[in-house]
């Protein structure tokens, strides 16, 4: 499970981090509890927790599939 981070503007500053208008994941221990209690209750930011691992390789349109060659 990974930690995805959203930020409403780019570059916008939090807990020491620049966070992205793109979805960024992050592992689940690399915000302490006080941490991800803060940037949760930041309304600049979008906080999702316990995101699958396997959604890691999807890009942020949730298409696992782009940038593979069709058999066609």
């Known amino acids: 499970m990974v930690i995805?981070?959203?930020s409403k503007?780019?570059?916008f500053r939090?807990?020491?981090i620049s966070h992205s208008t793109?979805?960024?994941l992050y592992?689940?221990?690399?915000?302490t509890k006080?941490?991800?209690e803060t940037l949760k209750a930041e309304p600049m930011l979008v906080v999702e927790e316990d995101?699958?691992?396997s959604?890691?390789?999807?890009d942020p349109d949730g298409d696992k599939d782009k940038g593979k060659k069709d058999d066609k």
């Not at 592992?27 to 915000?31: D, G, Q, Y």
């Open 22 to 24: 793109k979805p960024t």
């Open 51 to 53: 995101i699958p691992a």
């Open 9 to 11: 503007k780019e570059g």
């Open 55 to 58: 959604e890691k390789n999807q």
């Open 14 to 16: 939090r807990c020491g």
């Open 27 to 31: 592992p689940n221990n690399k915000f």
């Open 4 to 6: 995805r981070i959203t």
């Open 34 to 36: 006080e941490e991800l």
